[in-house]
């Protein structure tokens, strides 16, 4: 708020009690369930550093939580072909030594595996 009308537009907003609808609610719960397994990573790129097969790990965590969100292949399929096998989340060889690295503490090996089944699984569809 900059300025005086503001503020007072946002207290006569709130100061009234207008409850969600179960509609409204059900549409809420939906969108909270579909970010819930969401990886928080923030791209810092810590994790690559110490990654021996030099993947973008970054990359790989942003291409799952959008299949994750999206539950489909949809517009991944392009950056998928356009990538090399051991650019793939299949080259992660577990080792750990990214997750040792990240300040969100993601079990980086962990994703990484549940990326490549998701996409094994989408192959077969």
Known sequence: MTAMEQMEENLQ??????????DEKAMLDKVVQSMADLVPCTACRYCCE?????????????????????????VLDFTLRAMDEKEMPSACLGCGACQK?????????????????????????
């Not at 907003?13 to 179960?22: A, G, R, V, Y």
């Not at 993947?55 to 292949?73: A, G, R």
């Not at 690295?101 to 090996?109: E, G, S, V, Y």
Request: aromatic content about 6%.
């Open 50 to 74: 110490a990654c021996p097969q030099e993947l973008d790990i970054p990359k790989l965590i942003s291409m799952y939580n959008e299949l994750n969100y999206s539950k489909k292949i949809g």
């Open 13 to 22: 907003i709130f100061s009234q009690n207008n409850p969600l609808t179960d």
């Open 101 to 125: 690295l990240c300040p969100q503490n993601i079990a980086i090996p962990d994703v990484l595996a549940k990326f490549d089944k998701a996409l094994q699984e989408a192959k077969t569809q």
